[in-house]
């Protein structure tokens, strides 16, 4: 069983038999060839279907959305797919790899000239700021030796501003940071006081809103301003 290092600690997990190229790409083509075990063909996974018909709705969504501009609809797609795989990674391994961050960052500001919403500097702007907001939260987790965000979070962030830029990034933080709080109250109303030293993977809560954003951030920002902008 391979060892993958994330958050300061070792994470295993089985190995795995990648899927035929074109399966990969084709929701729900893959379970089904495999009779609804994951890739690491231990038994049926009940995580398989559930991401593939997410990745569906994602990819049609995108389609409904933004019918009239194809690339967009494509760079949406992609970009949510991407968002959505990083929730599943941080929920079952509280692991944000780089290798789909750092990446992400560079095809998100290649593809910022073609956005409609956002220009170059407006998608380095936006990079440069998720990459900055979270940096004093990991230095005073680090300072104090608490768990709090790590780098990983900070990188997911930055990816996040490279594709929605700065207005865009505002709005899906805060979603994601009302998401995420009150999930940890939730949390502590189930669990008791016991439950202030358990770890929430924000980057869910961080995916959430960037996909809430990616989506439907003009009308939530036309909204706001038309409701609370006197």
């Known amino acids: 069983i391979p060892t993958v290092k994330g958050k300061g600690r070792s994470i295993r ?30 038994g049926f996974s009940y995580r398989r279907p559930i991401v593939d018909l997410l990745t569906a709705g994602l990819l049609a969504l995108s389609w409904y959305q933004f019918e009239d501009d194809w690339f967009r609809a494509i760079a949406v797609g992609g970009f949510a797919t991407a968002f959505l795989a990083l929730a599943v990674m ?52 680090n300072w104090k030796r608490i768990d709090m965000m790590t780098l990983d979070d900070v990188k997911f962030s930055g990816f996040l501003g490279a594709v929605l830029g700065t ?32 770890l929430l993977p924000y980057g869910v809560f961080l995916a959430l809103g960037g996909l809430i954003v990616l989506y439907f951030g003009r009308e939530i920002i036309d909204w706001a301003s038309g409701t609370f902008v006197v």
Request: with cysteine; aromatic share 12%; glycine share 12%.
């Open 167 to 198: 207005q865009f990034l505002l709005t899906g933080l805060y979603l994601g940071v009302l998401t995420g709080g009150l999930a940890a109250i939730a949390l502590l109303m189930k669990s008791g006081m016991g439950a202030r030293k358990s």
């Open 90 to 141: 941080d929920f079952e391994t509280q692991y944000l790899p780089d290798n789909l961050t750092l990446p992400g960052i560079v095809i998100a500001l290649a593809v910022s000239p073609f956005w409609p919403h956002l220009d170059p500097w407006d998608g380095i702007a936006g990079a440069v700021a998720g990459l900055s907001i979270f940096c004093p939260f990991v230095l005073y987790g």
């Open 13 to 42: 997990v089985p190995n795995a038999t990648p899927d035929p190229f074109v399966l990969v790409f084709v929701p729900l083509a893959g379970m089904f060839a495999f009779k609804g075990q994951g890739r690491s063909r231990t």
